[in-house]
């Protein structure tokens, strides 16, 4: 059978950076192929040469057979290839109608092109059940559906060869559940399908054939039968790795941190948070799960002192300040509260700044570092180094700007100010988003070794197999509400997953 | 006020917001693609002068006309070099428009005239001539509605019939072709519209030369239709007030005539009413005169509500990795 895609001799260079190295790829037609490796593998870079982005600097890409050029985005377009970003490449306040036409319209007037691309939408509904209001503006709908939009955009466009870049990384399970329903049927019909992403579940869940890359090349291409997630794992990562955390059981002492009736509104006076409750105890961990804007981020900022909020808070016992804009960061970290922000680059780093000085950000006050005023650099770089070799950052140079490290190096930095200081109460938001699969795993083992000291943590991630595999309780949050509480060893991702789609399960828990 | 006198200030309405509504349309299209541009009041001056000064010499308001927009393209150009091709600053390229076309629109002058920087009066052939309609004296009799016909809507010069046709057409491209459904999305999402296979840079170069155009045929209005001849920063701060009808429009076309007539209304009666009795208090001509002015600062400050500017304008579009 011919190939619908085949690539040959790829390479290209940003610079001294080989960020694609001679790679050769077959994709038959009628299946999901999929394509896993760990950030900075390249697979962005293969997909947008795919995508007309960037030119390859060598190498020849088939598609059905013919030799093509793929020289801007209009010519992969016309060969077929449509692409779901990971990042919705959508205008918010146009309507779907007018997403899906937009490039793709037939003639200089919009009437035509718009009463044909409704029937059109209609036919595609039916045949992929695929269905979106046509007229809703795309900022009212959901991520699941303007996802959707996206692949309607491609079928609109005639591809039918879909690329899909870490498509599930916005959606709650069901979500992507529905999707993965979709990306059958689509290729049922005979539509051929690339799904990157760094999840091995979804791996082994959706795809015929799988392709590992590592460090710029495809270093294999199997049948997804024959393999399982560790033995992916080690391939994208060249060492064995563990996936699930070992713990041993946890031994909570005194409650650490008490919440009760946490309520917050947004400058436009809408409730962010619902009257939340929680408590932490020392040595164990209370992961929040839910779908990113569902008020996760916001008892982040609350407990870390980034915002104001109405509400009761005690740490051991004494209550603490949430209410008065004095209530800042700054005494929220002197009374033993560490956190690591959901956002390395906004609220963790600053990013022009070098390691060593990012290292103390939030305890510059501490008398180890600053006195009358004067900060001492001196003894601040030698920790700096000692802190980075004790978490293996790399390159280990306390002088190198923040920017220049990998994200997961950039994280690493981040956590080891906080757990460092050994804090009292942890806060951890996303610790593992955008990191790499070898750094996850040592990120994963630091917080557990922390939790064994006997540090109180709350985490929140939308990452539920993370949530799973650190927690010892869990809470999810839908609309700013706790909507309930299970012990991690009594509950599954089916479970978790209704009561992140704001559900109560059926037959109670 | 009795019916004449209103007539007369509506009338002198018209005019007066004409300059505006054609730089705020040339605004709503620059910034309907992301491309912030204050550099409008320079624009008008550079066209209002070169317009002024070419109709002097050449006798015809026509060639004067193209000469305006040639001035006013030729800064729009420049405005899209330094903030399309070069990724620059958007609004510190307006402030420079500006600044050069208020120096440089002075210095030719004097330099071609000699008269302290402003151009030679202008007379028959070298200015627009008011339009009579069909039946405007015939139906001035009728009661109400005659005078409306041959005083408000009559009488006009072609930039002004052709400033409120804008307002329509403008509607139009915007929402019912092709390009205005790719330009208001090149001002709302770029990564968008180039993914779609559409150039970004192509889409954004067209918005910025309409906004020559439209600029080109305000300053031209202002030299030689309102006014007979180019004086000394004859623009007056329109640019900003333009700019500040957009705001209050949000950056809507049916809208964006109603912010400028209302702008025009007070300069109207600013213009007819020096000072005006409110039971005993005067209030002085200058009050009146900074009314327009003190508009633009209310509106500016945010007190008419929440508009939403194009959520990718003023930012330079790259491509991300």
Known sequence: ?509 | MDYATLLQVLDSTVRLATPLLLACLAGLFSERAGIFDIGLEGKMLMAAMLSAAVAYVSGSVWLGLLAGIGASLLLAALHGLASITFRGNQLISGVAINFLAAGLSVLIAQDWFSQGGRTPSLTGGARFEPITLPFADALAGVPVVGPIYQQLISGHTLPVYLAFLCVPLTWWVLYRTRFGLRLRAVGENPAAVDTAGISVVGLRYAAVMICGLLCGIAGAYLATALQAGFIKDMTAGRGYIALAALIFAKWRPWYALGACLLFGFLQAIALRFQSIDLGGITIPVQVMDALPYILTVVILAGFVGRAIPPRAGGEPYVKER
């Not at chain 1, 008020?295 to 949430?322: C, K, T």
């Not at chain 1, 650099?377 to 180094?385: L, S, V």
């Open chain 1, 1 to 509: 059978m011919t190939p619908a895609i085949e690539l040959q001799g790829i390479s290209k260079a940003f610079g001294p950076v080989h960020a694609n190295k001679d790679i050769a790829l077959r994709v038959l037609p009628g299946t999901i192929h999929g394509i896993i490796g760990e950030n900075g593998a390249g697979k962005s870079t293969l997909m947008s040469i795919l995508y007309g982005f960037y030119r390859a600097d060598a190498g020849e890409i088939r598609i059905h057979g013919t030799p093509v050029t793929l020289s801007d985005s209009q010519a992969a377009i016309a060969a077929g290839i449509g692409m779901v970003f990971q990042h919705f490449k959508l205008v918010e306040n146009f309507t779907v109608l007018e997403n899906v036409i937009l490039g793709a319209e037939d003639g200089r007037l919009l009437r035509p092109s718009l009463a044909k691309a409704r029937k059109e939408l209609r036919a595609l509904a039916e045949d992929y059940g695929l269905n979106v209001d046509p007229d809703a503006c795309i900022e009212d709908l959901g991520v699941g559906f303007q996802q959707r939009v996206e692949i309607l955009k491609a079928l609109y466009r005639k591809a039918d060869i879909l690329i899909l870049d870490e498509p599930t990384g916005v959606l709650t399970p069901a979500e992507a559940d529905q999707l993965f329903r979709i990306l059958r049927r689509l290729r049922d019909e005979g539509k051929t399908i690339i799904l990157i992403t760094h999840k091995l579940r979804e791996i082994m869940e959706i795809t015929d054939t799988v392709s590992v890359m590592r460090r710029g090349q495809m270093t294999a291409t199997l049948p997804t039968a024959s393999t399982n997630p560790e033995d992916l794992a080690e391939r994208m990562v060249g060492r064995k790795v563990l996936l699930r955390i070992e713990k041993a059981p946890a031994q909570p002492g005194a409650t650490v941190l008490d919440v009760q009736n946490l309520c917050l509104q947004d400058a436009t006076g809408v409730a962010r948070l619902k009257s939340v409750s929680l408590s932490v105890r020392a040595g164990e961990i209370l992961g929040i799960a839910g779908v990113a804007g569902n008020g996760q981020s916001e008892l982040l900022q609350v407990l870390s002192g980034m915002r104001p909020a109405q509400g009761q808070v005690w740490l051991n016992g004494q209550p603490i300040d949430i209410a008065t804009p004095r209530a800042d960061a700054r005494t929220r970290r002197a009374l033993g509260i560490g956190h690591v922000p959901e956002d390395r680059q906004r609220e963790g780093l600053i990013m022009q700044f070098s390691a060593w000085e990012n290292s103390v950000f939030g305890y510059h006050h501490d008398s180890g570092w600053q006195r009358y005023g004067m900060m001492q650099n001196a003894a601040i770089r030698q920790a700096a180094a000692a802190q980075m070799h004790r978490f293996d950052v790399r390159p280990p140079n306390p002088a190198l700007e923040a920017r220049h490290f990998s994200g997961g190096n950039q994280q690493k930095l981040v956590v080891a100010r906080e757990i460092e200081r050994h804090p009292q109460l942890l806060l951890i938001g996303q610790p593992t988003r955008g990191v790499d699969i070898g750094a996850i795993e040592f990120i994963h083992q630091q917080i557990m070794a922390l939790r064994d000291q006997g540090t109180a943590i709350l985490l929140v991630s939308v990452e539920l197999d993370e949530i799973l595999s650190l927690s010892d309780r869990i809470a999810v949050m839908f609309d700013g509400q706790i909507m309930g509480e299970r012990a991690a060893d009594a509950t599954d991702e089916r479970e978790l997953g209704l009561l992140m789609a704001g559900m109560a399960p059926a037959g109670g828990a």
